[in-house]
C-alpha cells in the first residue's frame, strides 16, 4: 500500500484546510488509518484515527472539537478537516494505516506511511 497525501499550505490563523491521503490500492477494509504531524524539532505525534468502519474515531486532546477525521472506502481515502487553525498546528502532516482494526495512538500501531504534507498556520 502506498498512501499519497495533500491538501497542505499555508494559512492565517483561524482559518481551514482539509487534508487528503489517497491509498494507491485498496486498503483492507479491516484496518483503521491515522493522522499524525511533525514541527519542527519535535517528536511525531498523534492527532486522529479512524476505525476499519468508520464507526468510531479518537483525537489528541489539542485538536479535540477542531478537527474531524473521516474516510471514503470507495475512494480509499481518508480526510482531516481542520478548523480553527492555530500557529501550533503548523507542521507535517502524515497519514497512516493501522496494524488492526481499531487504530491506537502510537507509532508502532501503524505499518503504512504516506510522505507527509506541510501545513503552516501564520498568526
Known amino acids: 500500500v502506498q498512501l499519497q497525501a495533500s491538501g497542505g499550505g499555508l494559512v492565517q490563523a483561524g482559518g481551514s484546510l482539509r487534508l487528503s491521503c489517497a491509498a494507491t490500492r485498496r486498503t483492507s477494509s479491516n484496518n483503521g488509518m491515522g493522522w499524525f504531524r511533525q514541527a519542527p524539532g519535535k517528536e511525531r505525534e498523534f492527532v486522529a484515527s479512524?476505525?476499519?468502519?468508520?464507526?468510531?474515531?479518537s483525537y489528541a486532546d489539542n485538536v479535540q472539537g477542531r478537527f474531524t477525521i473521516s474516510r471514503d472506502f470507495a475512494k480509499s481515502t481518508v480526510y482531516l478537516q481542520m478548523n480553527s487553525l492555530k500557529p501550533e498546528d503548523t507542521a507535517v502532516y502524515y497519514c497512516a494505516v493501522s496494524r488492526g482494526s481499531y487504530p491506537g495512538r502510537g507509532l508502532s500501531a501503524y505499518n503504512y506511511w504516506g510522505q507527509g504534507t506541510l501545513v503552516t498556520v501564520s498568526s
Open positions: 479512524i476505525s476499519w468502519s468508520g464507526g468510531s474515531t
